[in-house]
């Protein structure tokens, strides 16, 4: 089955320490984004790849960043995370970005849940 | 610049019966769409349900429907006849079809009580 998959579904991290996450899709889509979401609140659009185009949500800490080597995965990395960087971090992708509707529906990963101790 | 407001934090519906979620929105675009999400606990978002802005007619997917009221900016999910696996937070969300810029709203949690 085409599907979005994320690893690790949780991760550990300490004050400071680089991590990354990883995004990983079946489903051939042109649009990739990153969200952080925490608890009980809506998902916070980082940034997202249309193709090899980064886009940055203005609001998006520097700490944040991403890669997208291929097509089918996509990076986020936390340069030094802060115990505020604690959430889940979902990853989606879209067939488009704008444009008809059928392109903008997004399929989740079942997302990556971050903690920093 | 776009706005989205989900009133109800939190829902409660006993099982079977019928429940709405509300959703309202700001928008200065002239072409978007506007989608309901669910997230169950622990697990990953799904599409309910999708309407374009363009199209007049609410958007039905089984049990789940809309009420589209342009002019009232309004987007209010109907769910029929609940099944305890409808538990789960909904969040609603605008999209742009010229620039892809989307929204979210600040999710409804739903209780379906058995």
């Known amino acids: 089955d085409a599907m979005v998959i994320q690893n690790p579904r949780y991760q550990v991290t300490q004050f400071g320490k680089p991590v990354t996450l990883s995004c990983s899709q079946t489903?051939?889509?042109?649009?990739m984004y990153w969200y952080q979401q925490k608890s009980s609140q809506a998902p916070k659009l980082l940034f997202h790849?249309?193709?090899?185009?980064?886009?940055n949500e203005a609001d998006t800490p520097d700490n944040f960043q991403s890669r997208r080597p291929n097509t089918s995965f996509c990076f986020l990395d936390i340069r030094s995370p802060g115990l505020g960087d604690a959430a889940m971090y979902l990853c989606a992708t879209s067939r488009g970005f704008g444009g008809p509707i059928k392109y903008n529906e997004q399929f989740f990963g079942p997302g990556t849940r971050l903690t920093v101790l | 610049a776009q706005t989205v407001t989900q009133s109800q934090p939190e829902m409660s519906v006993q099982e079977a019966e019928t429940v709405t979620l509300s959703c309202t929105y700001d928008t200065s675009e002239s072409d978007y769409y506007l989608f309901w999400y669910k997230q169950p606990p622990s697990r990953q978002m799904i599409l309910v349900i999708r309407q374009e802005a363009y199209k007049q007619q609410n958007a039905t997917e089984n049990r789940f429907s809309v009420n589209f009221q342009k002019a009232a900016k309004s987007f209010s999910l109907k769910i029929s006849d609940s099944q305890l696996g409808d538990a789960a937070m909904y969040f609603c969300y605008i999209g742009s079809s010229n620039t892809g810029k989307l929204i979210f709203g600040q999710g409804t949690t739903l209780q379906v009580k058995p």
């Open positions: 489903l051939n889509h042109n649009v």
């Open positions: 790849y249309y193709d090899k185009d980064f886009n």
